[in-house]
């Protein structure tokens, strides 16, 4: 099985950061994307960052990802939080379930809750 294990969320007044966790377990073998999307309430989930094996730490925004593959670990640095950057956000990765095989799949974590408020 495999396991997301996300961390970090809570509630921030606006203009702080916050960083959020992700840590894939279990029989999980070559993780080619980790990323995160939000819902916010009313809303389609989103994709809010991704980030592709190889590749180096990604602005977007206010945002950065980055990761430690050694820990098979993704982040999610959010500065300058504002009021609408409330929402649940969900990690998640594409990786293959065996390591003969060249199948993909895509793996949800449970969701962090982050509220930005005053």
């Known amino acids: 099985q495999v396991q997301l294990v996300e961390s970090g969320g809570g509630l921030v007044q606006p203009g702080k950061s916050l960083t959020l966790s992700c840590a894939a377990s279990g029989s999980i073998f070559s993780i080619r994307v980790m990323g995160w999307y939000r819902q916010a309430p009313g809303k389609e989930r989103e994709l809010v960052a991704r980030i592709s094996s190889g590749d180096a730490d990604t602005v977007k925004g206010r945002f950065t990802i980055s990761r430690d593959n050694a820990k098979n670990t993704v982040y999610l640095q959010m500065n300058s939080l504002k009021p609408e950057d409330t929402a649940v956000y969900y990690c998640?990765?594409?990786?293959?379930?065996?390591?003969?095989?060249?199948?993909?799949?895509?793996?949800w974590g449970q969701g962090t809750q982050v509220t930005v408020s005053s």
């Open positions: 998640y990765v594409e990786a293959r379930k065996y390591h003969d095989s060249d199948i993909y799949y895509v793996y």
